[in-house]
């Protein structure tokens, strides 16, 4: 998915000397968070989004990074990693923002995708086919075998949400995933919803399996929580803000099946003076991760800083990167 730019008035328009709306009357202010909840609630798929927005993505190594516009909807990167751990190399990036607009938010299409010199390929495409209906497909190419292919239908309802996606389907091996999910909104701050999961396949005893999960997601004033049980394992999540430069989030996910469960508390702060953004974790099988970006204004730079640590391994990961453009 590809973020679309929201324009803003230029300097000088009316907008920049108009007063400020009146306070709320007292009883009836309300959080950033609730105010902003639309009447939809989004996708199932980004159930635990703002919990999973925390977490640090960490790397090893040297990365250099290089972003160019080449117009106000195309724009492509160049990638360098140097590590000992994959994915390093070169790769190549593209982005396009279509000029459709159902939505002031959405534009439509967007194309996004990365490959190497190997011809390894990650593609994406969201296309908004009508003001309530999108469709997605996902593809990754590797040694030259399509290793997952996705695609998926949103209807966006008045105060719901439904997908129907199909996964790495074979109609020669007679094999692939169909899940089907839905999530509405029963309460401003209370949202519902399940998930059915089925895969086929000649391998698996009586020719499928299929999973059913039920979720749950409460929004109040500074905070998200967020659960999902399911036949086979159990997701829950835990979303706080602090203040306005401080965030925390705190997550469960457990596997009834291999009999294991991880915890993991996450955080980020924002220091905008200086123009930092900290992102950290650390879980419970004892990894501890951070990332630190700092901007290096007003060069159109960014210095990235990252480090892991296992303590029960004893295994490290410490990487240094600059983003251009």
């Keep these: 998915m590809g973020n679309v730019q929201a324009s803003t008035a230029p300097p000088g328009s009316p907008s920049d000397f108009a007063p400020p709306p009146p306070p709320p009357p007292e009883g009836e202010k309300k959080d950033a968070i609730v105010q902003d909840l639309p009447?939809?609630?989004?996708?199932?798929?980004?159930?635990?989004?703002?919990?999973?927005?925390?977490?640090?993505?960490?790397?090893?190594g040297a990365r250099v990074i290089v972003n160019k516009g080449l117009s106000n909807n195309f724009q492509v990167s160049h990638t360098l990693n140097m590590s000992n751990l994959t994915p390093k190399g070169y790769r190549f990036g593209a982005t396009y923002v279509g000029k459709t607009h159902y939505t002031p938010?959405?534009?439509?299409?967007?194309?996004?995708?990365?490959?190497?010199?190997?011809?390894?390929?990650?593609?994406?495409?969201?296309?908004?086919?009508?003001?309530r209906l999108r469709g997605k497909m996902v593809a990754q190419v590797q040694d030259n075998k399509f290793v997952t292919t996705q695609f998926s239908g949103e209807y966006t309802g008045i105060n719901y949400t439904a997908t129907l996606s199909a996964g790495n389907l074979d109609f020669?091996?007679?094999?692939?995933?169909?899940?089907?999910?839905?999530?509405?909104?029963?309460?401003?701050?209370?949202?519902?919803?399940?998930?059915?999961?089925?895969?086929?396949?000649?391998?698996?005893?009586?020719?499928?399996?299929?999973?059913?999960?039920?979720?749950?997601?409460?929004?109040?004033?500074?905070?998200?929580?967020?659960?999902?049980?399911?036949?086979v394992s159990a997701h829950a999540s835990y979303y706080l803000r602090t203040n306005s430069s401080t965030q925390v989030g705190?997550?469960?996910?457990t596997n009834y099946r291999i009999g294991d469960s991880v915890a993991t508390l996450a955080y980020q702060m924002d220091l905008p003076k200086g123009n930092m953004v900290f992102r950290g974790m650390v879980d419970s099988t004892w990894t501890v991760g951070a990332v630190m970006e700092k901007r290096l204004a007003p060069l159109p730079f960014t210095f990235c800083m990252s480090a892991m640590l296992n303590h029960v391994k004893g295994s490290s990961r410490i990487g240094l990167g600059l983003i251009i453009g």
Excluded: W
């Design 172 to 231: 020669k091996s007679r094999s692939g995933v169909l899940v089907a999910q839905y999530l509405q909104n029963i309460q401003p701050r209370v949202a519902l919803g399940a998930e059915y999961a089925y895969q086929y396949a000649p391998q698996i005893p009586g020719g499928g399996v299929s999973v059913l999960s039920l979720a749950g997601r409460y929004t109040g004033e500074q905070c998200v929580i967020a659960g999902t049980l399911g036949m």
């Design 250 to 253: 705190v997550e469960v996910e």
């Design 39 to 60: 009447e939809n609630p989004g996708s199932l798929e980004d159930l635990h989004k703002k919990v999973k927005d925390l977490m640090p993505i960490c790397f090893e």
């Design 105 to 131: 938010e959405d534009a439509s299409p967007i194309l996004m995708g990365d490959i190497d010199p190997s011809g390894n390929l990650n593609a994406q495409c969201v296309s908004q086919l009508s003001r």
